[in-house]
C-alpha cells in the first residue's frame, strides 16, 4: 500500500472519521501503534468532545466516572461519597466528562492531530485498495484526499422515527436549550434514556407544562444509585456475577428486581445502607409510593419487549412521576393524539398536546458515507469489516447495560493493533461473523441489526480482549488472589491493564460492595451455569 516518492516511500494514511470520546481514543491508540503512519483525525464540529462533552445544563451521566473511563488514563477510583448520592459525584456531571476529554487530549498530545470544521462527505473504496475521501472544509469547496485505511467513529446519533401527527412536532435535538417550552401540554415520545431525560426536564415545575411520556411498552429501569447498598448500581456489578449464562442471570435477575422493588423494606434491613440511613434527602411518603409503583409497573411490562433489553439508568424521571409532574401513558388511539391507552391497558386517556416530541431510534452515518454499499451487519463484532482489512468501526456498539466510551477503547486497541499488524485477523473470518450475526439475531430478535450493533459490554470487552491478547488471566494477574479479587470488585475496562504490578495491585484494592449473600448465592449458581451450557452445546 506504500510507493516511492522521489526516493523516500509514501507514508501511509490512516483516517479516523469522528472525534468524541470514541476518535480521541482510537487517535491515542493510532499514534502509539502506528509510528510509522500519518495519522489524521477529521472532525466537523469546532468541539472535539463531541455529543457528551458538555450535553445540557443539569446533565448526570448514567455510567458512572470509575467504569466510563479510559483504562490508559486512569483518574477516578470507586470511591463512594458519604451523601447518598445527593451530589452525584460518582457520575459525570455538566461538562465534566468534556473537560475529561480535554484533558485526556492534552495528556497524549493529540490535538495536533484534529483537524476541526473538516466534514468527510463520503469514502470510495478504490480498485487498488485504500479510500477516496471527499472532505468539506468551511468556506472552501470538497477536496478529495486517499487514505490506505479508514476507521469510522462517528457513532450513534438520537434521530426519531417518523410519526403520524397531526399535532407539531419537534425532535429531542431541536429543543436542547428547552428554553421556549413553558405554559404547553407536551408529549413525549420513547423509553429510552433520552426520551425520559427530555420529559423530565420539561416536567420541571417552574415550566408549568403538563408532561405526558407515551410508552408501548414497559421500561426495565436500573436505578443510578442501588437502593440495597445506597452504591452506585455499577459497583455492584462484578466479573462473577457476569460471568453467569445471561440467560439464567436474566431470568433471576428479572424475578429480584421485581421483589426488591415490591419489598424494598425488607432488603433495606437485611442490607442496609452503607452511605446513610437519613430519609431527610429522599423524596416524601407519597413520591416515594409513587416511584415504587411505577418501578414496579414499568419493569413488570417490559418483559419479552425491547426495553427489557437494554436497561435505562437515567431513573430521576421516577421522582417526577411519583410528585405527579410527569403522567406515563400508552400509544396514542390515532394520529391526531388527542386519545391515549391508558398505560398497559385497554382504557383511554385525553391529552390535547401543544407539542409532540418524537425521541425514539438511533442511527449512524454508515448509509451518507458510503452511498448505502457497508452497513453496520458488515463488521465482525462491530467493528472489523468482514471483506476489507483497511476499513473499520470503532463506537457503534450498543450495549445493553454499560457504556460506549469504554467499550470503545478496546475495539481501538483492537483496530489499531490489526493495523499495525500486531494481531492477525481471525481465521475464517467469514464464517465467524456469520455464526456471530445469527446468535444476535436470535437474542434481539426485535432489534434492527443494520441501526443497532446491541451487545453486553464486559462479555463484549472479553471478546475483544482476547483478540488483542490482553485477557486479565490468573497468571497475568500474577496470582489467583488478584484473579479472585478482580472478579469481586465492580466490573470495568480497567482490568485489561494487566502488564505491571500496577494493575495487580488496583485488583487487590478496589473496594468490593456486592454483599457477601450475593456473592455466596452467585457461587451456588455456577453449577447450574456450567450444566446450562453443557446442555446448550
Not at 472525534?19 to 500519518?38: F, I, N, Q, T
Not at 475521501?133 to 434521530?159: I, M, Y
Not at 434527602?281 to 418483559?303: C, F, N
Request: hydrophobic residues 40%.
Amino acid at each position: 500500500m506504500s510507493g516511492p516518492v522521489g526516493d523516500r516511500p509514501r507514508r501511509r494514511r490512516l483516517a479516523i472519521v469522528g472525534g468524541g470520546s470514541s476518535g480521541l481514543v482510537c487517535l491515542k491508540y493510532a499514534l502509539d501503534l502506528l509510528p510509522d503512519w500519518e495519522v489524521r483525525c477529521l472532525e466537523q464540529s469546532d468541539d472535539i468532545t463531541g455529543a457528551w462533552g458538555n450535553p445540557y445544563p443539569g446533565f448526570v451521566s448514567t455510567s458512572t466516572k470509575y467504569t466510563t473511563q479510559f483504562a490508559c488514563f486512569p483518574v477516578y477510583d470507586a470511591t463512594v461519597r458519604p451523601d447518598a448520592g445527593a451530589s452525584r459525584e460518582e457520575f459525570f456531571r455538566g461538562g465534566e466528562y468534556g473537560e475529561y476529554l480535554t484533558r485526556f487530549a492534552e495528556e497524549f498530545a493529540l490535538e495536533p492531530h484534529v483537524e476541526r470544521n473538516c466534514r468527510v462527505e463520503r469514502l470510495r473504496r478504490l480498485d487498488e485498495g485504500g479510500w477516496r475521501a471527499t472532505l468539506h472544509r468551511a468556506d472552501a469547496p470538497p477536496v478529495e484526499e486517499r487514505f490506505d485505511a479508514v476507521v469510522v467513529c462517528t457513532g450513534l446519533a438520537a434521530k426519531p422515527k417518523p410519526v403520524e401527527c397531526d399535532v407539531r412536532t419537534t425532535t429531542a435535538a431541536e429543543l436542547a436549550s428547552l428554553d421556549d417550552v413553558t405554559d404547553q401540554c407536551v408529549v413525549v415520545v420513547g423509553g429510552g434514556e433520552s426520551a425520559v431525560d427530555f420529559a423530565n426536564r420539561l416536567a420541571h415545575p417552574e415550566r408549568n407544562n403538563r408532561v405526558f411520556l407515551s410508552l408501548k411498552s414497559g421500561v426495565r429501569v436500573s436505578p443510578r444509585y442501588h437502593p440495597i447498598r445506597g452504591v452506585p448500581s455499577d459497583f455492584l456489578r462484578n466479573r462473577l456475577m457476569l460471568s453467569i449464562h445471561e440467560d439464567v442471570r436474566n431470568a433471576i435477575g428479572q424475578r429480584f428486581v421485581e421483589a426488591r422493588i415490591r419489598y424494598r423494606k425488607t432488603f433495606e434491613r437485611l442490607f442496609p445502607n452503607r452511605s446513610q440511613a437519613d430519609e431527610t434527602a429522599s423524596p416524601d411518603d407519597s413520591v416515594r409510593a409513587g416511584r415504587k409503583e411505577w418501578a414496579h409497573r414499568l419493569t413488570k411490562a417490559a418483559r419479552a419487549g425491547l426495553f427489557d433489553m437494554f436497561h435505562n439508568k437515567s431513573d430521576d424521571f421516577l421522582d417526577a412521576v411519583g410528585r405527579g409532574d410527569l403522567r406515563i401513558v400508552g400509544p396514542p388511539v390515532d394520529r391526531t393524539f388527542q386519545r391515549f391507552r391508558e398505560f398497559d391497558s385497554d382504557g383511554e386517556v385525553s391529552v390535547a398536546p401543544d407539542l409532540v416530541v418524537p425521541a425514539v431510534g438511533y442511527r449512524h452515518r454508515l448509509d451518507e458515507l458510503f452511498d448505502g454499499r457497508v452497513r453496520l451487519q458488515d463488521f465482525y463484532l462491530g467493528c472489523c469489516h468482514v471483506e476489507w482489512p483497511d476499513l473499520y468501526l470503532v463506537g457503534h456498539a450498543r450495549p445493553v447495560i454499560g457504556n460506549i466510551p469504554s467499550m470503545s477503547e478496546m475495539q481501538a486497541r483492537l483496530v489499531c493493533g490489526l493495523l499495525a499488524g500486531r494481531h492477525a485477523r481471525p481465521r475464517q473470518l467469514p464464517e465467524l461473523h456469520r455464526r456471530d450475526l445469527e446468535k444476535r439475531r436470535r437474542k434481539f430478535s426485535n432489534v434492527d441489526l443494520d441501526v443497532i450493533f446491541p451487545v453486553e459490554m464486559i462479555p463484549y470487552c472479553d471478546q475483544l480482549a482476547k483478540l488483542s491478547d490482553v485477557f486479565p488471566t490468573w497468571r497475568r494477574l500474577g496470582s489467583l488472589w488478584a484473579w479472585w479479587r478482580m472478579h469481586l470488585a465492580p466490573a470495568t475496562t480497567l482490568h485489561y491493564r494487566t502488564e505491571g504490578s500496577r494493575a495487580r495491585d488496583e485488583s487487590l484494592s478496589a473496594p468490593v460492595y456486592l454483599p457477601w449473600p450475593f456473592i455466596l448465592v452467585l457461587l451456588g449458581l455456577k453449577p447450574v451455569d456450567w450444566v446450562y451450557r453443557l446442555l446448550r452445546g
